[in-house]
């Protein structure tokens, strides 16, 4: 193995003693520490590193940043592997494993380039065209035909292992990029008294000074931003996010970002692989400075040609001179720095410049060196098979018929059009920038809203007014957010010898190379035929041409082709470039990692769970529990029998013949207090509550505004000014909302103080003929017989030295209290119930079997009032006021609620009560031939096996249904194909008369 | 999005509740239908400036009115829905 | 079944002196028992609800939003527009709502919840870093009282928070039922930091 032979002996800010290893497509390979990736590679020789997107074209490193469209990599093994990672931003590290992509069978040798030689078959758009028929075809044939050929790489199928974590953050001024106008702004802004959060996608800060010669107070600019970061990394309330990526902008100055913690390998770091930060600022300076356009001619994919920033930055930090023969393509003065330093470190440089010389103020800067130049000319045609090898340029003039071709041995070509403020996070709620003629790119400069813009990113590419305006820029950003200190910020004296200018050029305007091979997109592999074809057929809106042909929607998101086909297509149109717009940009900036925004929660605990008091009971019995929303509740207990029905039918059986009990914790509680208290309910509830005398409790019902039930459960009257609601467990945070509303909009004139006391009580039911035996047992301070403690009274007794709340409401039809006491007294409670019981034989029961007794009684629960049933749909009208004005009185009144076809709660069961099973859900059908939306009359809301009766029996509801007692109709079910013939009934199974439950 | 609760400070959207129009006010029982129909279902749909209902359910529990923009999520104003506080 | 004479402590299923790393940097994490009362003015009377309870219990009530007072047997957190949240030990549950319903008089309404939270104590350099993890509420000190109290949310769990002191110490006011889900996710957050398991 030829060791680093592209790497030179000296230079770079690399650490040449501390040599990593790592492995690339199996092969072993060595770089230094401060190495990325793709800086290795090209030190190594690698610049072949992937196959393109859908010609599988030979693609080698053309950037060295988050731009990259060619040079990615799948990074990791043994099926954790994360696929298309842009090797530019991958530090090295100590046995990295990277391999590269799309290419089969190998990277040398890949048999679908053939695709590249169908390329006038494979046009933009083909997608559409091509594969519209038969349909058949397209999910048996061409669809998995296009993925294998088509795509990048594949992820990994293990579970990943990787920890992430997730935080919040908060700042007065946030700094994006931490360059030296990130640098300057986050100084000026901690100056201020500004809590300060800096952070940039790189392990080193410094940004272009990484990549530039220039000199800041008497050293290299590097030198001074890396004491300067330094500086800044100790400073009180402010925070350096290192390997940071900000890539998104949220409403309220709410930003997301990702902390890439491993690739810092900051030694004794135990943390978390990646962490995602929600940051919310009260004010953001985006300083992320400006990335560079490639040149568009033939063949300008091709490995060897990359950026000419990247070449330099290539050079200048890490020492890697990826070719000796270098050719500089340029529209502007910013790539003569890269021509300087190529020869400087001793390459062959040609200058191609596409301006006259007198245009190009940089051109007197080599004059002196030994550089060849080409003013007033473009590159036609990259040419070399395996990677560039020579360009054939040709002069600009093109209406000068005679421009003749020349060509220029190159192995490593720098190309510039220009510089783009990398502005995605200013215009990711919607703001567009504006067209800047000067810079030939879109720019936000005022972008409003607690937004700042600084440097590159801002169009503002001299030294020193970047660093005067970043100053200012963070100085004023932490003012708006009210830290106004005056300390004072030093401006550093700055050398910087290139200026900036540019002229706009965006293909050759001879038109002789081959616009199928030349590249706007790479990425996705989209040319500029590919957007003559979409300008031709209409599409030439940048929004348009860009669904149309694809460009800008691979990883990279555009960066390096959104202003190039921006040029281009204003081109074509013959129209101004600011004339037709601009693409939307939108988050993620770059790709996120899923785990880092799942954060450290697990797939097992990604929600919290809920567990009553009585949890560990419940577990001890052995119970099955189900998820109720968040709540764990016993379902049935698996000891009760050999199997769910048995269990069930066993609990019901208890109840009905001798005692059950069943923990109802999770039931909505709420206190209510006030001197108004009573008309506030009065108000909420649909039924009559000012007579309900303390002592007493009452069944409730709540309407919707719009005359809809809305919840159903009880009310009781403690003291004058004090009551106890329950309601049900899946609406208890509605119900809050809902009487917080009450309270505090529609009657904020009524006194009254709500609590929502669900957590505090532990509440179980008592239930069956033995039920006054074992409550009786228990409670001490209350006489519970019938005559002093009758059906719907309510009482405080006590538990031993606790408070015990005792109701005599009833939900199974049988004699029941409900008993509540202090959570933390619950198990006592359990445990003294149990014992009291154990002579009558007491077993506790589930939520099934809850269902099971409330459904043979025709009580209603959640699948009866579904938010679509009224009081009246459901039988409930005498617990309805026509008295009184409450919460849907006047919307419940109005005759589409009143309509005599509307759906009425029925009983419903098998005729001759045969075993036939009955699926709640079914539709309710006159005629089981005749099965449709518009047949159906109805549906089944709750079936069970009623262990009491000994068959099945439901509840429905039926257009009419009140009217149509013993009438057959059918429960038909056509998924499965089921229709089961039923009898319609009353609702009440058994007791019509409630007798059970009054003695 | 962040919603400065005029108790609570500043706040995560996911701890708040939307219902929207603030400025509709419930009728007398014995206002007409219209009325009625206007309170539960009429609602202007602005683009621009919205003074809107929000419920502070994991916070203070407190209901407010909030002046936002409907087309920038620009809060200019918070406010106690329950004058009396 | 003596074992259920008592609710047991949220923390007794881990070893009392469970930690990683260096609690030092970190946090450590007790629970308290705590009798919890929730009090809400009535009738607008704020001002002499806040004197009543001066009076019984001797300490001064936050007028401002999100402060506290807070004494070594006393915690009274303004956590809401009329509302207050007092914290006392827990052997005193009964005692205590029944000295507070006293003090507040008709000015207000009383609320039992000494049952309904599980109070765990967070305390240690790291512990805002902890919470910043499943809470975007802003407690840097020169945005939050110290003391200072809020309701809010940490993973989907709503919460009672006070920050007693600028150690910080934070008391975590749990929901019971979620009280086991939140330990959950604790254990899972502070492991980065180091922490320390307290048994009371």
């Known amino acids: 193995m030829k060791h680093q032979r592209y790497r030179l002996p000296d230079g770079g800010r690399i650490d040449r003693t501390s040599p990593v290893r790592f492995t690339f497509d199996g092969k072993s390979l060595e770089g230094y520490k401060g190495d990325t990736l793709a800086s290795a590679l090209l030190a190594n020789g690698r610049h072949l590193l992937g196959r393109s997107f859908k010609y599988h074209r030979r693609r080698g490193v053309f950037s060295a940043g988050p731009e990259e469209p060619n040079a990615l990599v799948t990074l990791g093994a043994d099926g954790a592997d994360e696929p298309n990672i842009p090797a530019t931003m991958v530090p090295l590290s100590e046995g990295l494993v990277a391999r590269s992509q799309n290419a089969w069978p190998s990277l040398r040798f890949d048999l679908l380039s053939v695709n590249s030689m169908m390329k006038p078959l494979l046009p933009a758009g083909f997608y559409y065209k091509t594969f519209m028929w038969p349909r058949k075809a397209w999910y048996a044939l061409y669809e998995p035909m296009i993925r294998r050929a088509a795509g990048m790489g594949e992820i990994g199928q293990a579970a990943d292992t990787s920890r992430y974590e997730r935080r919040h953050a908060h700042c007065d001024v946030l700094v994006v990029g931490a360059g030296p106008a990130g640098l300057m702004a986050a100084l000026a802004a901690s100056k201020a008294g500004a809590r300060v959060i800096l952070a940039d996608d790189r392990d080193t800060l410094g940004g272009s000074l990484f990549t530039d010669n220039v000199e800041i107070d008497n050293q290299p600019g590097v030198d001074w931003a890396t004491r300067l970061a330094l500086e800044l990394s100790v400073t009180d309330k402010l925070q350096v996010l290192r390997c940071t990526t900000v890539f998104g902008q949220y409403d309220g100055l709410t930003f997301g970002a990702v902390e890439r913690v491993a690739d810092r390998g900051d030694p004794g770091e135990t943390g978390p692989r990646e962490r995602s930060w929600v940051i919310h600022a009260a004010q953001a300076v985006i300083a992320t400075g400006a990335v560079e356009r490639p040149m568009t001619f033939a063949g300008n994919d091709k490995p060897g040609i990359m950026l000419a920033g990247a070449a330099r930055r290539y050079l200048n930090q890490y020492g890697v001179r990826p070719g000796r023969q270098v050719a500089v393509v340029t529209n502007n003065d910013d790539a003569y720095r890269t021509a300087i330093d190529y020869a400087d470190a001793g390459a062959d440089v040609t200058l191609v410049d596409t301006r006259a010389q007198d245009t190009a103020p940089a051109s007197a800067l080599i004059a002196h060196k030994d550089i060849r130049t080409f003013y007033e000319h473009g590159v036609v045609t990259a040419g070399g098979k395996r990677r560039v090898k020579r360009l054939t340029v040709g002069s600009v003039h093109a209406e000068e018929k005679s421009w003749k ?112 091979t030349s590249f706007v997109d790479m990425q996705h592999d989209v040319t500029v035929a590919d957007l003559e074809l979409a300008a031709q057929e209409g599409f030439h809106r940048p929004d348009h041409a860009k669904r149309y042909t694809t460009l800008g929607m691979a990883t990279d ?154 919840d159903d459960g009880t009310v009781s009257r403690l003291a004058d000014d004090h009551y106890v609601l329950t309601t049900s467990t899946a609406h208890t945070a509605a119900v809050a909302e809902h009487l917080d509303h009450a309270a505090q909009v529609t009657w904020p004139d009524l006194d009254v103080a709500l609590s929502n006391v669900t957590e505090q009580w532990a509440q179980i039911a008592v239930s069956g003929p033995k039920a006054r035996h074992v409550v009786s047992a228990i409670v001490d301070g209350l006489e519970l017989n019938h005559e002093d403690f009758p059906p719907l009274t309510v009482g405080s007794g006590r538990f031993g030295n606790a408070p015990v709340r005792v109701f005599r409401l009833s939900f199974s039809g049988e004699l029941a209290y409900e008993l509540a006491v202090p959570a933390r007294r619950a198990e006592a409670l359990w445990e003294a119930v149990m014992e009291a019981g154990v002579n009558h034989g007491i077993m506790p029961y589930g939520t099934e079997a809850m269902t099971v007794l409330r459904t043979e009684k025709g009580h209603i629960a959640g699948p009866e009032i579904d938010g679509r049933t009224t009081a009246e749909d459901l039988g409930l009208s005498r617990f ?108 009440f199974f058994i007791d019509p008369r409630g007798a059970r439950a009054d003695v | 999005m962040r919603i400065p609760c005029p108790w609570c400070g500043k706040r995560s959207r996911d701890e708040f509740r939307y219902l929207g129009d603030a400025n509709v006010k419930r009728p007398a029982a014995d206002a007409d239908d219209k009325a009625w129909v206007d309170y539960v279902y009429m609602r202007d749909n602005p683009a621009g400036p919205h003074r809107e209902l929000w419920y502070h359910a994991a916070g203070c529990h407190s209901w407010l009115v909030v002046t936002r923009d409907t087309t920038t999520h620009e809060i200019t104003d918070v406010a106690l829905a329950d004058a009396k506080s | ?114 049952d309904a939270r599980r109070v765990l104590t967070l305390s240690g350099t790291a512990a805002e870093t902890v919470l910043s993890s499943g809470c975007s509420v802003d407690f840097d000190a020169s945005v939050f009282p110290v003391p200072g109290g809020c309701l809010t949310v940490i993973e989907m769990i709503s919460v009672l928070v006070v920050k007693r002191d600028t150690v910080p110490t934070f008391d975590i006011a749990v929901p019971n039922s979620y009280a086991e889900s939140f330990l959950d996710w604790l254990l899972i957050v502070v492991r980065d930091y180091g922490y320390r398991i307290q048994q009371a």
Not at chain 1, 945 to 950: A, I, K, M
Request: charged share 25%; aromatic share 6%; with cysteine.
């Open chain 1, 557 to 710: 998101q555009g960066k390096l082709s959104n202003v190039n086909a921006l040029g281009l297509l204003a081109e074509m149109g013959e129209r101004g470039i600011g004339d037709i717009g601009t693409t939307t940009y939108r988050p993620p900036y770059a790709p996120v990692a899923l785990g880092a925004i799942a954060g450290s929660i697990g797939a097992d605990a990604f929600r919290p769970t809920r567990v009553t008091p009585f949890h560990r009971w419940h577990k001890r019995l052995g119970a099955v529990f189900t998820d109720a929303g968040l709540w764990r509740r016993a379902y049935y207990y698996s000891r009760h029998g050999p199997d769910f029905a048995g269990a069930v039918a066993k609990e019901v059986e208890a109840v009905r013949e001798t005692v059950g009990v069943v923990d109802v914790s999770t039931l909505g509680k709420f206190e209510v207090r006030g001197p108004d208290a009573a008309t506030f309910l009065d108000r909420v509830y649909a039924g009559p509550l000012k007579s309900l005398k303390p002592g007493c409790a009452r069944y409730g019902l709540m309407l919707r505004e719009d005359g809809i039930l809305f």
């Open chain 1, 405 to 516: 071709a020349e060509t220029i041995g190159a192995d490593l070509v720098c190309v510039s059009a220009g510089w783009s403020p990398t502005n995605h996070l200013l215009s990711h709620l919607g703001k567009k920038p504006t067209f800047d003629p000067d810079i030939g790119a879109p720019v936000s400069r005022e972008p409003g809203g607690g937004l700042h813009v600084c440097g590159g990113a801002a169009g503002t590419f001299d030294l020193h007014k970047l660093i005067e305006t970043s100053v200012e820029t963070g100085r004023k950003a932490a003012n708006a957010a009210g830290r106004k200190k005056r300390n004072k910020v030093n401006i550093p004296w700055t050398d910087d010898p290139v200026p900036y200018a540019y002229t706009p050029y965006w293909r050759h305007p001879g038109k002789a190379g081959d616009t199928h």
């Open chain 3, 1 to 114: 079944m003596s074992d259920f004479e008592d609710a047991p402590s949220l923390l007794s299923r881990l070893i009392d002196t469970e930690q990683t790393g260096s609690a030092e940097h970190g946090v450590i994490i007790s629970e308290r028992a705590c009798a919890l009362v929730q009090v809400k003015a009535l009738g607008g009377k704020r001002t002499q609800l806040r004197a009543g309870l001066k009076k019984l219990l001797g300490e001064v009530a936050p007028n401002k939003p999100l402060h506290a007072t807070v004494t070594e047997r006393l915690t009274i957190a303004a956590v809401g527009p009329d509302e207050f949240w007092c914290i006392a030990p827990g052997e005193e549950a009964e005692a205590f709502i029944e000295q507070v319903t006293k003090a507040v008089g008709p000015m207000g309404a009383v609320f039992q919840h000494s």
């Open chain 1, 880 to 987: 309805v006021s026509k008295k009184k004005d409450y919460i849907g009185r006047r919307m419940s009144e109005r005759s589409a609620l009143t309509d005599a076809d509307r759906l009425q709660l029925v009983g419903l069961l098998p005729p001759g009560e045969s075993g036939k099973t009955i699926r709640a859900g079914s539709h309710l059908v006159t005629d089981p031939s005749q099965i449709g939306q518009s047949t159906s009359e109805g549906h089944v809301t709750t079936a069970v096996f009623s262990p009491t009766l000994g068959h099945d029996i439901a509840l429905g509801m039926l257009k009419r249904g009140r009217d149509r007692h013993f009438d057959r109709i059918y429960a038909v079910f056509p998924m499965r194909n089921e229709v089961v013939e039923l009898r319609v009934r009353d609702p």
